[in-house]
Nanobody, 124 residues
Framework: QVQLVESGGGLAQAGGSLRLSCAAS????????MGWFRQAPGKEREFVAA????????YYADSVKGRFTISRDNAKNTMYLRMNSLQLEDTAVYYC?????????????????WGQGTQVTVSS
């Protein structure tokens, strides 16, 4: 069983930065692939980034590539999403998720555990 708690959301100006954290409980955190998804009002939840348990694989959605950086610290059971050059369209509720697999997936239905979400709002 894995429990996930996001933090670090808030209000940022366009062009600014935020860092999200996802604290995980569970002894096998290092064996899970972790991902970030987001859902904007009136839109479906979409994949943002994912990182494999071995940190050997990282994958980003095209919309955030070059601006966002995903990382994890297995010793702290925490995953991060550094978001730079924020754009208005980055406004959404951001969710962290975990799947019991070493393979990265961009499909939300393939993730087994979810956090409650944290709001990110980008203003002009």
């Amino acid at each position: 069983q894995v429990q996930l708690v996001e933090s670090g959301g808030g209000l940022a100006q366009a062009g600014g930065s935020l860092r999200l954290s996802c604290a995980a409980s569970g002894r096998t955190f290092s064996r899970y692939t972790m991902g970030w998804f987001r859902q904007a009002p009136g839109k479906e939840r979409e994949f943002v980034a994912a990182i494999s348990w071995s940190i050997g694989s990282i994958y980003y959605a095209d919309s955030v590539k070059g601006r966002f950086t995903i990382s994890r610290d297995n010793a702290k059971n925490t995953m991060y999403l550094r978001m730079n050059s924020l754009q208005l369209e980055d406004t959404a509720v951001y969710y962290c998720a975990a799947r019991n697999s070493i393979l990265i997936s961009t499909t939300d239905s393939s993730y087994d555990y979810w956090g409650q979400g944290t709001q990110v709002t980008v203003s002009s």
